[in-house]
């Protein structure tokens, strides 16, 4: 039977996990320690399904994604090894990109009309609907980006990392990640005049 006292250790142990940083946690989930592993779920769950869904992918297939990413990451935990190029969220997100790219090779039908969206309900209907429109227009002009240009879009707007990270997890220079990301813009700027 749980006291008190167990639960108020319980609980303090989880604020002490929250507030350490990747390198810690990634250190006691090597040793095992599977309340740290779930401290990192927590923190980067939804990044993973939101990057596949920004790649294309829908909800259900993002959410295996991430929970494929992860019992990966946990089976594999004895093989991580940080080096001074790799932080272990660039890590996690290249993993994440790659299974992506994996399941986007399997023939499938992706129109992205099952995308969640929240109405904001402060917005009139009109101003909804322009807004949901000028989204489907920029979905549409993602969509004809090549699967590099898509993903560093993802990466650096989306997911808000730096070139460096965004590069590293792409596996290309940061100054190839800027060229992408130049030729990206531009081509939208194009495929927006006409759609």
Do not use: C
């Not at 309340?35 to 790649?55: H, K, L, P, Q």
């Not at 295996?64 to 093989?79: E, G, M, S, Y």
């Not at 090549?146 to 990466?155: G, P, T």
């Not at 989306?158 to 940061?174: C, F, P, T, W």
């Amino acid at each position: 039977m749980s006291t008190k006292s167990d639960i108020s250790d319980a609980v303090s142990t989880k604020d002490v996990l929250n507030d350490l940083d990747d390198n810690s946690l990634v250190a006691r989930m090597v040793d095992g320690d599977k309340r740290a592993y779930r401290v990192i779920v927590e923190r980067y769950y939804r990044g993973i399904v939101s990057i596949a869904r920004r790649m294309g992918l829908t909800g259900g297939d993002a959410e295996d994604i991430a929970q494929d990413v992860f019992v990966r990451v946990w089976l594999h935990r004895d093989k991580w090894q940080a080096n001074g190029t790799a932080t272990f969220k660039t890590w996690l997100y290249r993993v994440a990109v790659n299974r992506v790219i994996d399941i986007k090779r399997k023939p499938q039908f992706v129109d992205g009309s099952d995308l969640d969206e929240v109405p904001d309900e402060a917005m009139s209907a009109v101003d909804r609907l322009a807004k949901h429109q000028e989204f489907v227009r920029l979905r549409a002009a993602i969509k004809k980006l090549s699967d590099q240009q898509q993903i560093a879009i993802n990466l650096f707007y989306d997911r808000e990392l730096s070139n460096q990270e965004a590069a590293s997890i792409m596996g290309v220079s940061v100054n190839a990640m800027e060229s992408l990301l130049k030729r990206a813009r531009k081509r939208l700027r194009e495929e927006l005049k006409t759609i």
